[in-house]
């Protein structure tokens, strides 16, 4: 309904399920929560959420950093957590988690939020890139040049 704080236009507001926004700007949105089937399912559990992964992660562990949920009652366990269909939340607060000594993350997306580390042989990779793309286009320009000059 509102970028930055300035009204949107009725007739030029978007319904969509994904909003991309820049650094630092707002938005307001009209939430549609009926079950029409179509652009929304009803009562549930509704993430929001960035898509990058340092923004996903706490100080480089992850899940953590800006996600939130709109959690209906009737998906609240008891405790008052968000039923998690067979997912344990229990992992994400224990020492070894704040310690980053166990990568939660890492039995459903292997490798997704793990640090990375150095890669040694980096240089040579890029090397080794520059080197075919170089070959690459010298064999194209002499093709297209042989091309050209008998048409």
Known sequence: TH????????????RRDVVWLAPAQRMDLSLATGNDGHGAYGPGIWLFHDHGNRAVTTDGIGPG??????????YLAPNGWPRTAGVSLQPYFTEAYYRKSRPVWESYAPGLLSDPGADPVLLLRLLGLAFFAGLFLSVSWTLIARWSSTS
Not at 65 to 74: D, L, P, Q, R, T
């Open 3 to 14: 970028r930055d704080g300035i009204e949107i236009d009725p007739l030029a507001r978007e």
């Open 65 to 74: 950093g800006h996600i939130s949920a709109i959690v209906y009652e009737e």
